[in-house]
């Protein structure tokens, strides 16, 4: 009975998307955010919104000595209200909570600090069902918003030709005894696995209750830390998607005497970085002996002029060292197929086998190991210096791939995190 007096107020949630792309690179660590600021922040946030009149004028007045003055204002009261509830206790006092720093994970709920109630997350979720596909403003937008909202961690692990940042979003404990490493769009034309990565990330954080073999998808991410880069090449996805050269490509497609009858469809099928290196031919694993029948920048297949000579070969490679990672995925399309094989390293290559049957039978995708596998891709490399990899083909139709595909590569994907949790546990 008590309870029935409890009302709850979900205050709408304001995502200034300027800001929160600002805050990608601005914003502290979760970590390094105390309790303490959230609640001072809680207490201003309320005090804004309970007098709403009052707010709203003194924005005015701050409006007529300066506009920049009113911009600062509004912005950081957007901030400040949009993550807080309210808790009605029944000796009258109000508890404002920060949703997020009470969200009880993977449960959709938050749960008041003072009382131990819990109310229902009802906030829409940062990614739009049915959204397959993301340029890399908006993949910037969202991974800001997870930020916010959900406390996780987002790292720039470099730059590319054309400034463009690459990003790491970490799902669990940078502390777990256990790391995995996830990228997509290392291909430019094949950025609906970045779609992916985004959505999966979204869903086993909020986790609504779902259970992959009995066990809470969020549980999956608390154990083993999940470094997930869904962009790895934004540079090769921009062109793909606005199918027109950037200033970078269209001068070395010039320079170079290179110009193909039909452009736009030329760009719209590019994989290649903005120097026209496919990344997947530039790592220093049997880049050598690789025959590159191309010889010169391209939308496809140049190795590049040295191994990992591209900044977002580097990139990978430097963050692919820098945690002690269980297993490393490359996410590419299309063939609905699992490469795990390469090298001599009996015991690592029969590790991949085991990883590859365990993320085959979630997946139905069939594991691979050609006689002549391609080398110099990412996988090569990361078995090369010791970590299990693979590389997951998604999609039955060439790339890019329909809308239409999507819902199929959701539906065959979305335990793949907890296929790859347990195998970790259980194999390293
Ligand atoms: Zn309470
Ligand atoms: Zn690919």
């Not at 760009?267 to 120097?275: L, P």
């Not at 049957?357 to 078995?383: C, F, H, I, L, Q």
């Amino acid at each position: 009975m008590i309870f029935t007096k409890r009302l709850i107020l979900l205050l709408t949630l304001i995502a200034l998307s300027a800001l929160a792309v600002s805050c990608i690179s601005d914003k502290p660590a979760s970590g390094e955010t105390t309790s303490e600021d959230h609640s001072i922040k809680s207490v201003d946030g309320i005090s804004s919104v309970a007098d709403e009149t009052r707010t709203e004028d003194s924005i005015n007045s701050e409006n007529a000595y300066s506009e920049e003055t009113s911009d600062e204002v509004s912005e950081e009261i957007s901030e400040e209200t949009s993550e807080n509830a309210e808790c009605f206790h029944p000796d009258g006092s109000i508890v404002v909570i920060d949703k997020y720093t009470y969200y009880d994970k993977g449960l959709s709920r938050f749960i008041c600090p003072d009382c131990g109630y819990t109310y229902d997350i009802e906030t829409e979720k940062v990614i739009k069902t049915g959204k397959t596909s993301f340029t890399y403003e908006e993949t910037a937008e969202v991974l800001s918003e997870f930020e916010n909202r959900y406390g996780l961690q987002v790292e720039t692990i470099g730059t590319t030709v054309e400034g463009r940042n690459i990003y790491s979003c970490i799902l669990g404990s940078l502390n777990s005894g256990h790391h995995v490493l996830i990228g997509a769009a290392m291909h430019g034309k094949e950025y609906m696995n970045t779609a992916l990565l985004l959505d999966l990330i979204e869903y086993y954080t909020i986790g609504e209750g779902e259970t992959y073999r009995g066990t809470l998808l969020f549980d999956y991410v608390e154990d083993v830390c999940f470094h997930i880069i869904p962009m790895i090449n934004p540079d090769g996805v921009t062109v793909s998607q606005k199918g027109e050269a950037t200033a970078v490509v269209s001068n070395f497609l010039l320079d170079r005497g290179i110009y193909p009858e039909n452009l736009a469809e030329y760009f719209r099928i590019w994989k290649s970085n903005a120097n026209g290196v496919d990344l997947n031919r530039n790592f220093p694993a049997g880049w050598e002996e690789y025959k590159d029948t191309i010889g010169k920048p391209n939308y496809r297949l140049y190795k590049g002029p040295a191994p990992a000579s591209e900044p977002e070969t580097e990139a990978l490679m430097e963050y692919t060292l820098k945690y002690d990672f269980d297993a490393v995925v490359s996410y590419h399309s299309y063939g609905e197929i699992i490469y795990w094989k390469y090298g001599n390293d009996k015991s690592l290559i029969e590790k991949c086998r085991l990883l590859a049957n365990a993320v085959g039978n979630a997946t139905r995708y069939r594991p691979v190991s050609p006689e002549n596998e391609v080398a110099a891709g990412y996988k090569d490399w990361a078995m090369s210096v010791g970590i299990p990899a693979l590389t997951i083909e998604t999609g039955n139709v060439d790339t890019p791939l329909p809308d239409s595909q999507y819902k199929k590569i959701w539906n065959e994907n979305w335990k793949v995190f907890a296929v790859i949790a347990d195998w970790v546990k259980n194999n390293s």
